[in-house]
């Protein structure tokens, strides 16, 4: 359990990040990059391993964040992640994007029941809700799904709310009384997605690389 | 040396493996069939597809070459032009694969794939020669005084060949809206019912113009009450002929100008037939050199070759930021 | 005597493809950037020689290739940029925040876009949207200034 090596990778939004679990210990590198992904990626995974002082080699498992989001950026998630797990011969773990957002509020705030809402564009929202289960780490309560910002309806319990359609859709989204707070800043990142993939790994909630295929949820694009 | 390919600039996702020592050792395509519906290639659905397919079509290329990490001494993906999501796949993982291997990489030129494609054949041209490609996307006539060194001579100032055959599947209402449709059904039409023009064939310029036949298409069509099938093979027949042999005869220019005596056919109106045919007969079977019709649509073979050639020349990349270019201009 | 009107529609019919161009030299005249063209019509109607005649009223001579295949054909002229769009092959807006659409809108760009309807949401308001229908032997086209 201690020799585990597990590199992240969060690029379904604005913000690329890459995470490097070695031995427990987790660091991050991120940027807000728009659409220079492609460009900081591999970079970011270089440098956490040179840090550490690590060789790509040594890595036992990659883990990334596969969607609902960017449906670019998911795929550049996709192709990093599939291409070093087959060249390395190393599993891969399929991490939700919305779970990632809901592990990042607990990381920041220490927050233990969330509806994530993040934008989807098209007046659309990724919806997901998620609360604390054992070894810390936030557990679905339902299946992501997708909502139109008129059909949206967060559920009027003792909650909060994270992620970014809260600012973006502001004046046509109306907040239940019960909701305790609201963070419209917090977006999912590759330590939140590494938290998550570990316990997966353990679980052997592993997959072949070909088997990392972005899960858009907005499947009729035409 | 052994060079893994990989090509994802649009409806193709393709893997091979190239080496200089025996050749083209296997090579995968898997053309997507999600677009007919659609007329014409959906850029988001091009990129959903070649996530799902093109990890497993290196394995297959690496494991039918036998080739392993260590046989593979670089990896060329296609960085442009093209869709920039549909690139962003096969680029992306071509620069992962070539940082995990710790091998360099080489950004390929789609078109320079193209136009290096007949060198895979065992009767390979020998520059210098003029090579016109043909595609979906260009239509240029390109001087070759050696590979790498290229000067256009022309090339559309509108809509590409296979753009205008396209458009004309959709005018005509054929099928699932695909350039080749039309050539299917104008061999079935009659050869003197319609005559359009040759766009810019009285000048001697090397440019080309397909956009004002497609005007002279829907016209013909229109006036046609109650079309049937054969209506439209004439239609179609017409159509084919003015583009083929505009190109025929830019071709026959663009040889004279260079006083070259060497045509290269490449790109995917290049597996056209009747194209093939008229060239034949108007330069003599001698000065063309087509590859074979798997070679002229998109393929990773032709990328993994142009690859082998870049590397030969010294050319590679060890940076780990990819960079796609879906307007990379060839010259 | 100054008459303000917030929409002013014109309808001309064009005989030939000389008088589409001459055409778009006229509406180059009233396109200064930042300016937003949406454009109508099938294939086939000229939409392609009516850029290019705008383009040429522009002072630029050059090749107008269809931006079919590349989404976008940008145009660099001395004081400002064109860009000319065709979204026919569009299925999500977020391909064209990917090709940074965004970008191609400022101060100083005249844009022309085919199937805008392809991006709801994600362009600016146009200031003249025209339309190419056949007629007859000629086509019929309508430009809607909105100022």
Known sequence: MGNLQILSFETSSSICSVALDNKSVVSQLSEQSANRHTEVVLGFAQKLLDEAGLRLSDVSAVSWSAGPGSFTGLRVGASVVQSLGFALKIPVINVSTLQALAQEAYILHGIDDVFVAMDARMSEIYCGYYKLGSNNLMQPEIDDYLVSVEKLSIPNCKTYIAGNALSEYEENICIPSNIVGKFDDIFPTARAVSAIAKYKFYKNETCDPIKAIPNYIRNKVV | MKVLGIETSCDESAAAIYCDKDGLLSHKVYSQTVHSEHGGVVPELAARDHIRKTLGLIEDALSEAKCSKDDVDAIAYTAGPGLAGALLVGSMMGKTIAYAWNKPSIAVNHMEGHLLAPMLEDSAPKPPFVALIVSGGHTMLVDVQQIGEYRLLGETVDDAAGEAFDKVARLLNLGKYTGSEVAKIAELGDKKRFKFPRPMTKTRNLDFSFSGLKTKVLYEYQSIENPVEQDKADIAWAFQEAVIETLVKKCKLALQDTRLNALVLAGGVGANKYLRQRLAEELGDNSVFYPRIEFCTDNAAMIAYAGWWNLSQGRKDLSLAVKVKPRWKLV | ?147
């Open chain 3, 1 to 147: 005597m100054k008459i303000l009107l917030e929409m002013k529609s014109e309808v001309k019919y064009i005989e030939n493809e000389k008088e589409t161009l001459t055409l778009g030299k006229h509406i180059s005249r009233h396109c200064s950037a930042p300016f937003v063209i949406y454009l109508s019509g099938e294939l086939g109607m000229g939409k392609t020689t009516l850029v290019r005649g705008l383009l040429s009223g522009l002072n630029y001579e050059g090749n107008v290739k269809s931006p079919t295949y590349t989404i976008v054909e940008p145009y660099e002229l001395n004081n400002q940029e064109v860009y000319h769009f065709d979204l026919y092959r569009i299925s999500d807006p977020e391909e064209l925040e990917y090709i940074g659409i965004k970008d191609y809108f400022n101060d100083n760009s005249i844009c022309i876009i085919e199937w805008p309807e392809k991006a709801k949401g994600t362009l600016p308001q146009a200031n003249l949207e025209i339309e190419i229908e056949q007629y007859q032997h000629g086509r019929k086209m309508t430009l809607v200034w909105k100022d």
